[in-house]
T-cell receptor, first 112, second 113 residues
Framework: DGGITQSPKYLFRKEGQNVTLSCEQN?????MYWYRQDPGQGLRLIYY???????QKGDIAEGYSVSREKKESFPLTVTSAQKNPTAFYLC???????????FGPGTRLTVL | SQQGEEDPQALSIQEGENATMNCSYK?????LQWYRQNSGRGLVHLIL?????REKHSGRLRVTLDTSKKSSSLLITASRAADTASYFC?????????????FGQGTILTVHP
């Protein structure tokens, strides 16, 4: 899983609560990404950031928010507006150029 | 949107056999990448092939790219039980999508010892 850490590994949330997933990288990468993976599915892009203090919506940004105050950190908040938040969330980083992405181990979020 | 479509969805083979997975995509690309995911884990990058390349090798992996057919294939030779995982293709369209990958739904490979 390289130099990217995600915490916690498992997260449980009650309906109506916001929850924040942590993602930290020590690879000195400019770009960071958040993906959602549902069972038996590929990855869908939620948000991405190519530089500090800037980020863009991906394909499924509704109900999520992010911040990028530091180069090494890109936390994702799953808000109560997200209708079906139970999923596996993966964070990745890269140089931001056309190159590979390095993934963290993931956080499995379950809404009770 | 899911640009890549992978085929087959699942593949079951015996150790020592070769495994071939295919990926098709819809729009022009800058490069195409293959990733591997063990159950419940993050993805690991395997190989990247650029749009001006036709074939690339890395150890037991061979990737081909046919931009006229908008398709790629991943061949794993002499498979091992440890190759059991899900394999995803991902495309980078370049341009304003710089560094942004679109993933296929994956092929689940099971290698029986």
């Amino acid at each position: 899983d390289g130099g990217i850490t995600q915490s916690p590994k498992y997260l449980f949330r009650k309906e109506g609560q916001n929850v924040t997933l942590s993602c930290e990288q020590n690879l000195n990468h400019d770009a960071m990404y958040w993906y959602r993976q549902d069972p038996g599915q590929g990855l869908r892009l939620i948000y991405y950031s190519q530089i500090v203090n800037d980020f863009q919506k991906g394909d499924i940004a509704e109900g999520y928010s992010v911040s990028r105050e530091k180069k090494e950190s890109f936390p994702l908040t799953v808000t109560s507006a997200q209708k079906n938040p139970t999923a596996f969330y993966l964070c990745a980083s890269g140089t931001g150029y056309t190159d590979t992405q390095y993934f963290g181990p993931g956080t499995r979020l379950t809404v009770l | 949107s899911q640009q890549g479509e992978e085929d087959p969805q699942a593949l079951s083979i015996q150790e020592g056999e070769n495994a071939t997975m295919n990926c098709s995509y819809k729009t022009s690309i800058n490069n195409l990448q293959w990733y591997r995911q063990n159950s419940g884990r993050g993805l690991v990058h395997l190989i990247l092939i650029r749009s001006n390349e036709r074939e690339k090798h890395s150890g037991r992996l061979r990737v081909t790219l046919d931009t006229s057919k908008k398709s790629s294939s991943l061949l794993i030779t002499a498979s091992r039980a440890a190759d059991t995982a899900s394999y995803f293709c991902a495309t980078d369209a370049g341009g304003t999508s710089y560094g942004k990958l679109t993933f296929g739904q994956g092929t689940i490979l099971t290698v029986h010892p």
